[in-house]
C-alpha cells in the first residue's frame, strides 16, 4: 500500500464535523497546490496540510465495522488521506472525534426484537425494536430485499432504502425465527 | 410529497408566527443526536427563521440570514441536512432514508429564501407510504387503500362502459346458471316424497322427474360454458384494450413521468396489471353475481324450510371460516418458502455452472459441491415437511367443512323421524347446506381478489388519468439549422440542476463538439435539442422558433442522431435503413449505405440487405452497426446532426470507417457531436466545453489551446496518455 500521508491529529472544526492535520510524506500527491481543501502551514518542525472536513468511511462495516476505517477528504467522495487500521490504536478523545463522524456516515439499526410481521399485498410490515429503539417499516416482498450476510446473518432493506441488520437469527425466539422464515 | 407536515399544536404555539413571518416547511426528524430514533421531533422553516424541536422542545432556532448553502446529503442508512451557517459547516439534522428526498426539497427551499426570494419549493414526486394509513404505495398517486370505493367503482366503471353488452349478457347467464343449480334440489326432494316414498310409485312420474333433473344439470353445463367462455373473452379483450391504451398513453408521456418511476415498474402496469384485470373477469367476475344470488337465495330457502335447523346450519359457519382462512394462511407461507428454497438452489447451480471456469481454476470443485448440497437438503427437507403438512390437513380441514353437514344429518334425521320433516325436504336442506358451504370457501377468497383488482386498477388509472399537456399542433416548418441556447437551465429532478444558465448560438452548418468530464451534462444538453425534455427555465430557439411550439413530428424528422451504441430493431437491414424515411426507395437505400461505409460488409453477409439483424438475428459488429445508424441518418437528410460518442465503442479500423462515413454525413449540416477523444473532434467548427453545469469554455480549437485552460488541460492530458 502507498503510504500518501499520515494523519497526526483529528479535531473538531468549528461546524462540529471532523477535521484533520496530515503530515504530508508523500507531497507530490497532497500539498496545497494538489488540493483546494486543505491549506498548508508548517506546525512543529514537519510539512502539514490542514482539512477543515474530512469524513471516515468504514472498509468492512460488517465483517468488522470498527478496523479499516478510511479517512477521506471532504464529505462526500473524496481523496484518501490514510487508512486506520484499528480505532483502537488511537488515543481515547481521538477515537471518539472518529466514532462520532462513523455516526454521521452510518446507520444501522440491529434489531433485537420482532413484534410483528404483518404481509399484506406484496408488502410486508415490520414492528420491531432495534438497539436505537423501536419502529416500523415496510419492505417489498417481490425483490430481494433480505440478503443473507452469513448463514444467521441478515440485512433488511425497506422500500426507502433504510437497512436494517439482524445479528443473529438463531438468537430470536422460535416464534419469531418462524415470522422471519417467509424472507430467508 | 408533502413538504409541510401537521405538527402538534404545543410546538405550533411556540413558533409565534406573523404575518412577515410564516410557515414554509415543516417535516419530521426522525434521529436525534445520540444516533436513536428520535421522537415528537420537527425541523420547521418559516420565511426568517428555521427551528428545531427535538423530543417537544424548541433546542434551535436559526436565522435564514445567518444561513447559506443547504444541503441534504444521502449516508449509509441514513441523510442529512447542513448549511453554512454564519461562515462554519454545521449540521442541522439527521434522518431516515424515507426523508431525504423531502429535505433535499427543504434545502432547495432555504436556499431560495436565504437568496431573498420568497417562492415555495413544490415536489411532484409521489409519497412512498400513506400518510394515513401507513401502507406502502405501489408507485401510483393515491393510497389503493384509502383512496376510497368511490373511486375504484368509477374507475370499474369507467373501463367497463365499452363493455355493458357483454356484461349484462354474463350477468344474465349468472342469473340463470343460479337458477338452475337452485332448481335441482327442489326436483329431488319431489322425486322422494311424490314419487319414491308414495305407496305405489309411478314409474313415468319418476322418469319425469329424472328426466327434469338430468335436462338441469345438461342445462347447467350449457349455460357454466357460455358463462365462462363469454367472461374469458371479455377479460382477454378488456386486458388487451387496456394494453394499448396504456402503450400509447406511456409513449405519450414525457420522458420526466417515466424516468420518475423505477424501471420495470411501468413495464408491469402494462403486463402485470393488465393480466389481474382479465384473471379477475375469468375467475371471480364470472361467479360473482351466481354465487352471491346463490347464496342468499340459499339461506332464504333454508329458512323458509325449516328455521330451527337453518340457524343450527348456520352456527359452524364463522369457524368454518376462520380454519379455512387460518388453513389458507399456513399453506401460502409453507409454499412460499418452499418455493425460495427451490430458487436457491437453481440460483446457485446457474452460478457454478456459468462460472465453472474460474471453479475449476481455483480447484473448488468440493467445496462448491458441498454448499449445493447443503441448499438441496434443505429444499428436500422443506419440500418433505410440506408434503405430509398436506396430506395430513387436507382432509381434516373437508372434515370442518363437512361440519354444517353433519349438523343437519343428525338433527334433521331425527325431526325426519319424528315425523315433524319429510325425507325429501331433509334431502333438499342437505343439497342446500353442501352449496353453502361450498361457496363459502369462495367468499372467503373474495376480499383478496378485490384488493388485488383495486391495486391494479389503481396502478393502470395513474397511468391513464396523468394528465397530458397538449400543446395543440405545433409549426411546420423548413429548419435551417440555427440553434440557440438562451440562459436554458435544466435538471431531472427539480431540486437538482444539470445544467445552468447555457449560453451559446450555432449558425446554421456549423459543426460544435462538446467535451467535458462525465456526468457533466454533455448528454442532457442534446437531450434537450432533441426535445426529450423541456428546459425548466430559459428557452432553446431553433430557428429563431423556441423549440416548444414545433412541430414534434415534423421536427423529428428533421434531426439525425448517431448514439454511442445503436439499436437495431428486429428486422431486416433494409428495414432498419429505412426506418428513417419509410418511402425511400431501392437505389436511395444503396446510395445511403455506400456514403455510410456500409455498403460492402453488407454485400458480404448472406442476406444481402434481406439479412435479418436484432435480437435473435445475424451478429453484426458495432462498427457495423453504427454504420447502418450513418446510413439510416444519412436517407433521413437532416438539418440537424446529433453525435454522442458516436465511435467510442469500437477498435481503430471501424471507428477510422465510421469517421469517414460520417465526415460525408456532416457535411453542410448542423451538427453537435460529443467525444471523449478529443482527436475525433479535430474536424469541427468549435469547441464547447461543459463543466460545473456551464459551458466553461467555447472557441476553436486553436483559440482554447491558447487560452491554456480546461481544453488545454485535457488535451495534454489524453496526449501524455497516448505517449504511454
Not at chain 2, 454533455?522 to 429563431?544: C, F, P, Q, R
Request: proline residues 3%; aromatic residues 8%; hydrophobic residues 40%.
Amino acid at each position: 500500500m502507498e503510504e500518501t500521508g499520515k494523519i497526526l491529529k483529528f479535531y473538531e472544526s468549528a461546524g462540529g464535523f471532523l477535521g484533520a492535520k496530515v503530515e504530508n510524506i508523500n507531497t507530490s500527491k497532497i500539498g496545497p497546490d494538489d488540493n483546494k481543501n486543505g491549506t498548508s502551514n508548517t506546525e512543529a518542525g514537519c510539512d502539514l496540510t490542514t482539512y477543515e472536513r474530512v469524513h471516515a468511511v468504514r472498509l468492512f462495516p460488517f465483517t468488522d465495522p470498527a478496523k479499516y476505517i478510511s479517512i477521506r477528504v471532504g464529505s462526500e467522495a473524496g481523496e484518501e488521506l490514510a487508512i486506520i487500521e484499528d480505532l483502537a490504536d488511537l488515543s481515547p478523545e481521538q477515537r471518539e472525534l472518529v466514532k462520532r463522524d462513523l455516526e454521521l456516515n452510518y446507520f444501522l439499526p440491529v434489531i433485537n426484537k420482532i413484534l410483528s410481521i404483518k404481509d399484506e399485498y406484496g408488502y410486508a410490515y415490520f414492528h420491531v425494536i432495534t438497539d436505537k429503539g423501536p419502529v416500523r417499516f415496510a419492505i417489498n416482498m417481490g425483490g430481494t430485499n433480505v440478503t443473507k450476510l452469513s448463514e444467521t446473518r441478515l440485512l433488511i432493506t425497506d422500500i426507502n432504502e433504510n437497512r436494517f441488520e439482524v445479528r443473529d437469527v438463531t438468537k430470536l425466539t422460535k416464534k419469531e425465527q418462524r415470522k422471519l422464515d417467509l424472507f430467508l | 410529497m408533502i413538504l409541510k407536515v401537521k405538527i402538534p399544536d404545543k410546538l405550533t404555539e411556540q413558533i409565534h408566527e406573523a404575518d412577515d413571518d410564516r410557515i414554509y416547511y415543516a417535516l419530521p426528524i426522525d434521529i436525534n443526536r445520540d444516533s436513536n430514533y428520535a421522537d415528537n421531533s420537527f425541523l420547521v422553516v418559516t420565511t426568517k427563521r428555521i427551528l428545531l424541536f427535538e423530543e417537544g422542545v424548541l433546542a434551535n432556532t436559526l436565522l435564514i440570514s445567518d444561513c447559506a448553502g443547504a444541503k441534504a446529503t444521502a449516508r449509509v442508512g441514513q441523510g442529512m441536512l447542513t448549511l453554512e451557517y454564519k461562515g462554519a459547516l454545521t449540521l442541522v439534522c439527521r434522518f431516515s432514508h424515507g426523508l431525504t428526498a423531502k429535505y433535499a426539497y427543504i434545502a432547495r427551499g432555504i436556499n431560495i429564501l436565504a437568496g431573498g426570494r420568497f417562492e415555495e419549493v413544490e415536489s411532484n414526486e409521489y409519497e412512498p407510504s400513506c400518510p394515513i394509513c401507513g401502507r406502502a404505495i405501489p408507485g401510483t398517486s393515491k393510497c389503493p387503500h384509502c383512496s376510497g370505493e368511490g373511486g375504484i367503482v368509477k374507475t370499474v366503471r369507467r373501463l367497463a362502459r365499452p363493455y355493458h353488452k357483454s356484461l349484462f349478457g354474463i350477468a344474465i347467464l349468472m342469473i340463470l346458471a343460479s337458477v338452475t343449480t337452485l332448481l335441482n334440489p327442489e326436483i329431488q326432494k319431489h322425486l322422494v316424497d311424490k314419487v319414491l316414498l308414495k305407496e305405489s310409485p309411478g314409474k313415468s312420474a319418476a322418469f319425469l322427474c329424472l328426466g327434469g333433473m338430468f335436462a338441469l344439470s345438461l342445462g347447467i353445463v350449457f349455460v357454466n360454458v357460455a358463462k365462462s367462455y363469454y367472461s374469458t373473452k371479455l377479460g382477454a379483450r378488456m386486458s388487451h384494450d387496456l394494453r394499448g391504451e396504456l402503450f400509447d398513453k406511456l409513449q405519450a408521456t414525457p420522458l420526466s413521468y417515466i424516468n420518475d418511476r423505477r424501471p420495470g415498474e411501468l413495464l408491469n402496469r402494462v403486463v402485470s396489471d393488465t393480466r389481474v384485470i382479465r384473471e379477475f373477469m375469468e375467475n371471480v367476475f364470472c361467479n360473482l353475481f351466481t354465487v352471491a344470488f346463490i347464496f342468499v337465495c340459499d339461506i332464504v330457502f333454508m329458512v323458509i324450510l325449516n328455521p330451527g335447523l337453518a340457524l343450527l346450519t348456520f352456527i359452524p359457519a364463522p369457524f368454518a371460516i376462520a380454519i379455512l382462512l387460518a388453513f389458507r394462511k399456513s399453506i401460502n407461507r409453507r409454499f412460499h418458502l418452499q418455493w425460495v428454497k427451490n430458487d436457491d438452489q437453481s440460483s446457485s447451480l446457474q452460478d457454478v455452472l456459468s462460472g465453472m471456469r474460474v471453479v475449476k481454476s481455483y480447484g473448488n470443485e468440493k467445496a462448491e459441491s458441498e454448499k449445493f448440497l447443503k441448499l438441496s437438503n434443505e429444499y428436500a427437507r422443506v419440500q418433505m415437511n410440506n408434503e405430509s403438512f398436506w396430506a395430513v390437513f387436507n382432509p381434516i380441514i373437508g372434515t370442518v367443512l363437512g361440519l354444517g353437514l353433519l349438523v343437519v344429518v343428525f338433527f334433521g334425521g331425527k325431526k325426519v323421524l319424528e315425523g315433524e320433516m319429510t325425507a325429501g325436504e331433509l334431502l333438499q336442506f342437505m343439497t342446500y347446506t353442501t352449496l353453502l358451504y361450498q361457496y363459502i370457501n369462495w367468499m372467503a377468497n373474495f376480499p383478496r381478489a378485490l384488493m388485488r383488482l383495486k391495486s391494479s386498477v389503481e396502478r393502470i388509472s395513474d397511468v391513464l388519468s396523468y394528465n397530458i399537456v397538449n400543446k395543440g399542433p405545433g409549426e411546420v416548418t423548413d429548419i435551417n439549422g440555427e440553434v440557440v441556447f438562451d440562459h436554458t437551465t435544466f435538471g431531472y429532478k427539480s431540486y437538482k440542476p444539470v445544467l445552468e444558465g447555457i449560453e451559446l448560438s450555432v449558425r446554421p452548418g456549423e459543426k460544435i463538439g462538446i467535451v467535458g468530464p462525465s456526468g457533466a451534462g454533455k448528454s442532457t444538453l442534446i437531450n434537450l435539442l432533441m426535445g426529450l425534455y423541456e428546459a425548466d427555465d430559459g428557452v432553446l430557439l431553433v430557428d429563431g422558433k423556441d423549440i416548444r411550439t414545433l412541430d414534434r413530428k415534423s421536427f423529428h424528422s428533421q434531426l439525425g442522431v448517431v448514439l454511442q451504441e445503436t439499436f437495431l430493431f428486429s428486422g431486416t437491414i433494409l428495414e432498419n435503413i429505412r426506418f428513417a424515411r419509410p418511402g425511400a426507395t431501392m437505389d436511395e437505400i444503396i446510395a445511403a449505405a455506400k456514403i455510410a461505409n456500409a455498403h460492402d460488409f453488407i454485400c458480404k453477409t448472406p442476406g444481402g440487405y434481406d439479412t435479418y439483424v436484432g435480437e435473435k438475428g445475424y451478429n453484426l459488429s458495432g462498427g457495423e452497426r453504427q454504420r447502418i445508424a450513418i446510413a439510416r441518418a444519412v436517407l433521413a437528410d437532416p438539418k440537424l446532426l446529433i453525435l454522442d460518442e458516436a465511435t467510442a465503442s469500437l477498435d481503430t479500423e471501424s471507428e477510422y470507417l465510421v469517421q469517414t462515413a460520417l465526415s460525408a454525413l456532416t457535411k453542410g449540416k448542423t451538427t453537435f457531436a460529443i467525444a471523449h477523444r478529443l482527436s475525433t473532434l479535430k474536424d469541427c467548427d468549435r469547441l464547447i466545453v461543459i463543466d460545473g453545469h456551464r459551458v466553461a469554455e467555447c472557441g476553436s480549437h486553436e483559440e482554447l489551446i491558447a487560452a491554456k485552460g480546461l481544453y488545454y488541460e485535457l488535451l495534454t492530458a489524453q496526449l501524455q496518455m497516448q505517449k504511454v
